[in-house]
């Protein structure tokens, strides 16, 4: 008999710890910053709005109709569809390599939040870079792997495997402290940080938009894949915990709620951040969009400094990076049970706790690579190319499954059929329709655009390790997929 979840309640806090994490604090205020603001979230919330939901929705009622793991409810509909909860599934272990090491990282600030003076306190941008990374000067020098960083990586591991080694029995424990805990700490921060001198011009110039930026393809880009990795759609995240979920459990308002809650986080996070953004510009005499290089690196050199000239700083340095590292916690070993759900559902008689052992060792093997001197340009490669591509192509490639093989009304009408909350006929056409042809269009711009221009100027050296990681799962998808007649079952 299939596992289940202990409540509803269990359920939202497990989905919505899955999707409120890193996206929300790490990497949703460094692309805001780095896309002007305000001119960052009317396209993000529209981006919700029109193909979030939609796909939230669609992902939870897959999963809790044919009550299996991506792989497997794919191919339930049909053989030949399997590879794509392959897809979803590489895509997520891709993301919790690299994830799992940026909250190495926080694991790192957490303990120096105990020195005093905190060890960055001279310089934030020379203590992160050389100090934590110790930085290469480019993705073609690896240089050596920090030993720190490596520790911190197999505490963040050992973690993850006590997190899911029971399954959803110990998730459902796990959970009920680590979902609530990073709302808390995140409001003390917020209330912190909104009483800074020059909190207000920071938190103006998040809420302002400069239309002149909303022609850029980037910025409806960058805010459409911040939907996929905040929600964490694409994963098979979503698939594999609603397939825990008994068939009667209300679909629509569970997919809401999660979203709503995901959202209402990340633009928490952007308050707390553009105060003390706002904040730094001041003390530094500075314009805001100056004060601070955008990129991955964004809050682990702002927070850092502006922390430290806080009152108490050692405390709130302490509850920052606390925070940082439950929000990552609950998206990681979200994203190690979708592969443990689909290797149990495969191979039933191998051991819970034998599987997410081997999978959260397969994941801090494969982390080791961001551990290096170049770590930081192999994450920011890796995070672009499986972002744009891959999540962008499993989410087209779910939409014309269910819309044009399963049928789009066919699944609504189960959908309506278990949920208290019933969609209309719209939903159906954005699933047949609006979404795969706006994923559709994104995806060739960004192609034309990474094929014209190499991103961020890297060598082409160092981004054949991106296109790699593209290439190599769609083509073993593809040939799996002909290789399958397709048999529906469901």
Known sequence: MRARWDSRLIFLFVAIGSAVGLGNLWRFPYLTYKFGGGAFLIPYLIALLVIGIPLMILEFAI????????????????????????LAIIAGFGVVAYYCVVMGWSVIYLIGSFFSPLPWEANTQQYFFNNVLQITDGPSAMGSIGVALVIALALVWISIYFCVFK???????????????????????????????????????????????????DLWMAALTQVFFSLSLGFGIMIAYASFNSKSQSITRNAVTVCLADTALSLLAGFVVFGVLGHMALVQNVPIDKVVESGPSLAFVVFPEALS???????????????????????????????????RDTWKKIAVGTVAFIVSAVGFLSGLIFTTGAGLYFLDIIDHFLNSYVLILVGILQCIVIGWVYGAKKLRMYINSVSSSRIGVWWDYCIKWVVPITLSLLLLIQLYRDIQTPYESYPQSALAIGWAVVIIPIAIAAVWGLSQKSKSSA
């Open 309 to 343: 000239l806080l009152p108490l700083a050692g405390l709130f340095s302490f509850i920052f990076f606390l925070t940082l590292f439950f929000l990552g916690l609950d998206s990681a070993f979200s994203l190690v049970e979708a592969v443990t759900t689909v290797v």
């Open 167 to 217: 399954g959803v029995k110990s998730i459902g424990k796990v959970i009920l402290i680590s979902m609530p805990l990073p709302f808390i700490l995140l409001l003390v921060l917020f209330f912190r940080a909104i009483t800074l001198d020059g909190a207000v011009e920071g938190i103006t110039y998040y809420l302002k938009p400069n239309f002149s930026l909303f022609l850029s393809t």
């Open 63 to 86: 999963g809790q109709k044919m009550q299996k793991g991506a792989i497997g409810s794919f191919g339930t509909i049909g053989k030949r569809f399997a590879p794509i909860g392959f």
